[in-house]
């Protein structure tokens, strides 16, 4: 993927000077100084300078300093959990403390330590529950009948005198919006699209505008059509700009307002519903019948009028399971069952974005697909907020037409794809919901308890009825499940959940369903209870590969038939994919996860957020070393994705840097290649405080969230005075005295 040219940034520590390469200092480079100690509110780069100066000041040469680190890490063993960094670029040449102490840049534990006296305060854990941002507003809003139009345009505002936003343009431009950006030569929504939705409101307007002399004297500024260079005669209401030919899988204004008046019938789903209410009932009377039969068996005599009312109940209900075996001849079949629906395939070559939350987004999946990924998923959605039609919701589930092109793979002999796929039909994305009940709240705790998300693995025949619901409604396109290894730790359940995916559980036996058509099954090697801490377990997803391999082979000999199991009802593939998921952190983890774990391919989340370019790694088959300005191009393609997606008005630019900040938050857990002693790195290994190769690459390895705000008016210019930014987790970032807040 290419990206534009930039300029060498402006250093964000000193702005009339730029960030130029890291230097080691020798003697006679500088004047000889008296120690100056790092202070709390010095960022990263500030720390590392002096901590290098205090060094150079007390030896005579900078050969003596390296051959003196040396001797001491060779002394001194490594400690587990600790990146091994070259001594050359550690602030204080002792590798072995714990790894708390020394991250990049001013660690909150130091800071802390400073704050108190030396004494050391407990580490913060857990999430920023109640997150605010602020807010990111002009200070004069802009009429939308004026936001796209010239100056002296005769466009008539519907509420006339009494509209409370400003339609004098030069009033708004002078009084109402912050002065333009100059970060960009020119708009990049207006380069790319050849027009800026934002129109006036936009922080870069004046880059795509300009005041013409008219006949009668008079001065008017025009909004230009990149291309045409003719004034926009047309207003852009933000609805009909969120439809640009780019983004795609939108639901319009109209088709939402549908769904929340209810004016839209759903068929399928109605007759599913009854269907499945049927089935429910049916289960009930097989319950009691078995119950029956068992009192039957207790009681032998025949004169005994208890026993015989029981015996009588027993074969009145003795037809049960026959009758659930009827139910379904009532079901109307859907149009497609799960054989005639289309093919999957999943790959060594077909390495996997994971549905990531609040960094999932449209801006940073695009740069993914444009460094390698050849599958992504949605945000999570929540099934009940679809069906009412909320704007947020249908948000997450809106596309790039990046996503829309085909994965690549390889139909080599061996390879597993199967018969009849067509690769021109398949495309990179996927959408990714979530059951919810009416009244649920859309945390993940709050999920759980209600007995959704994660919490059906505890209710694997509900699970079951929901995948087949699913599959009955969704026409052509398959469906996929996404599990963890259970709810509880050291108690796995995905083994058994995953046969019941496979071939149906014993409800299904009964009333003869047949399996319910799972195309493919992503086991998270974690559980619901362990979160993200300690290492996946790999040696269970290998178990359920296993597992799976087994079933597989089952399904395509088509050897289950004495169950009464209907053909139709195996995916169209005739076998279920299997992918793993954790800690994959480099082409290495990838490639070992699939030769050893058997699994067919490997889905990517943190590691992802740490260093994108991931998937170029897999595809090239090394590491890849990457620069502080390559690094930093990235930032800028997402800055670029970002107001294109979210606009560039001031809001949409708030937006953007928010999502930036959150991204930063895992892309400064990044140690460059080449500062490590040995490979292959450990996305669990925490790096001792060290500086970069140059000024930019120390900046970047800061967990400040101030010095992450730094990296974001590179692009996006000083945050407004109102925006606030909390770190999603309180282990992420710091600032003195414990605010973990950073403000415009």
């Not at 390469?21 to 709390?40: E, I, R, V």
């Not at 800028?636 to 953007?656: A, H, K, P, Y």
Request: charged letters at 30%; hydrophobic letters at 30%.
């Amino acid at each position: 993927m290419e990206f534009p040219a930039i300029e060498s940034p402006a250093n964000p520590l000193e702005p009339t000077k730029g960030l130029k390469p890291g230097s080691h200092l020798a003697n006679g480079d500088q004047p000889q100084a008296t120690d100056q100690p790092p202070l709390p509110e010095d960022s990263a780069t500030s720390k590392a300078e002096k901590v290098e100066w205090n060094a150079a000041s007390q030896d005579d040469t900078g050969s003596k300093r390296k051959r003196d680190a040396d001797e001491a890490i060779d002394a001194t063993p490594r400690k587990k959990g600790v990146a091994p960094i070259q001594a050359e670029f550690l602030l204080n040449g002792n590798p072995t403390q714990d790894a708390d102490q020394f991250r990049p840049g001013d660690t909150r534990e130091a800071r802390d330590a400073q704050a108190d006296g030396g004494n050391k305060r407990k580490k913060q854990k857990g999430q920023n529950t109640k997150r605010s941002f602020g807010s990111s507003r002009d200070t004069i809003q802009l009429c939308a009948t004026r936001a796209t139009q010239p100056e002296f345009s005769p466009n008539h505002c519907s509420f006339g005198e009494s509209c409370k936003y400003e339609h004098d343009l030069r009033k708004y431009l002078q009084q109402g919006k912050r002065t333009d950006l100059k970060t960009f030569e020119k708009c990049p929504v207006w380069e790319a699209k050849g027009r800026c939705r934002a129109g006036w409101r936009c922080r870069f307007a004046m880059s795509h505008a300009e005041e013409r002399k008219l006949d009668d004297g008079k001065n008017e500024l025009v909004l230009l059509d990149n291309g045409s260079q003719h004034g926009l005669e047309t207003v852009v209401q933000q609805d009909e700009a969120d439809n640009d030919a780019d983004i795609v899988n939108i639901a319009t204004p109209e088709h939402r307002k549908k769904l929340m008046k209810r004016n839209i019938s759903t068929p399928k789903a109605d007759e599913y519903t009854k269907f499945l209410n049927k089935i429910t009932n049916s289960e009930k009377v097989v319950s009691q019948s078995e119950g029956r039969n068992h009192n039957k068996s207790v009681s032998e005599d025949p004169t005994n009028e208890a026993a015989r009312v029981d015996v009588e109940g027993a074969d009145r209900d003795g037809d049960a399971e026959h009758e659930a075996r009827d139910m379904n001849a009532s079901y109307i079949e859907p149009k497609l069952r799960p054989s005639e629906k289309r093919r999957l395939y999943f790959g060594p070559e077909t390495p996997v974005l994971a549905p990531l939350t609040t960094q999932g987004n449209l801006p940073f999946r695009k740069l993914c697909v444009g460094l390698g990924a050849q599958v992504t998923w949605s945000e999570m959605a929540m099934s009940l907020p679809l069906i009412q039609g909320q704007k947020q919701e249908w948000a997450l589930l809106k596309a790039h037409q990046l996503e829309l092109e085909s994965p690549k793979y390889s139909p080599f002999e061996g390879n597993a794809v199967p018969e009849g796929y067509d690769n021109t039909r398949d495309f990179k994305f996927g959408a990714q919901i979530s059951a919810n009940k009416p009244w649920l709240a859309l945390k993940a705790t709050e999920v759980f308890r209600e007995g959704a998300g994660s919490a059906l693995m505890d209710s694997p025949a509900k699970l079951e009825r929901i995948l087949r619901g699913m599959n009955a409604v969704s026409g052509d396109v398959p469906i996929q499940a996404k599990i963890r290894t259970g709810t509880k730790d050291n108690k796995p359940t995905a083994d058994r959940l995953i046969e019941r995916l496979a071939f149906g559980g014993t409800e299904a036996e009964r009333q003869g369903l047949g399996p319910p058509g799972v195309a493919a099954i992503t086991l998270h090697g974690r559980s619901r209870q362990q979160r993200y801490t300690k290492q996946a377990n790999w040696s269970y997803i290998a178990e359920c590969a296993s597992l799976v391999k087994s079933y597989n082979s089952k399904l395509s000999n088509r050897v289950d038939t004495n169950k009464g199991q209907d053909l139709q009802d195996i995916n169209a593939s005739e076998r279920m994919y299997f992918i793993g998921n954790g800690d994959c952190y480099s082409h290495v983890d990838y490639y070992n996860h699939i030769e050893q774990a058997k699994v067919d391919s490997v889905m990517i989340a943190r590691g992802a957020l740490i260093k994108p370019w991931i998937f170029e790694e897999i595809s090239a088959g090394q590491y890849l070393d990457k620069s502080s300005s390559e690094r930093l191009r990235y930032v800028e393609q997402f800055v670029r994705n970002g107001l294109s997606c979210w606009g560039s008005d001031e809001i949409g630019v708030g937006t953007t840097r928010r999502f930036l900040l959150e991204w930063l938050s895992f892309a400064c857990r990044y140690v460059p290649i080449g500062l490590l002693e040995h490979l292959p790195p450990s996305m669990n290994d925490r790096p001792p405080a060290y500086r970069g190769r140059d000024d930019l690459e120390t900046l970047m390895a800061s967990d400040n969230v101030k010095d992450w705000i730094k990296i974001s008016e590179m692009f996006l210019g000083p945050a407004h005075e109102n925006f606030k930014f909390d770190p999603k987790h309180k282990s992420n970032s710091y600032d003195k005295d414990g605010d973990y807040t950073a403000e415009g």
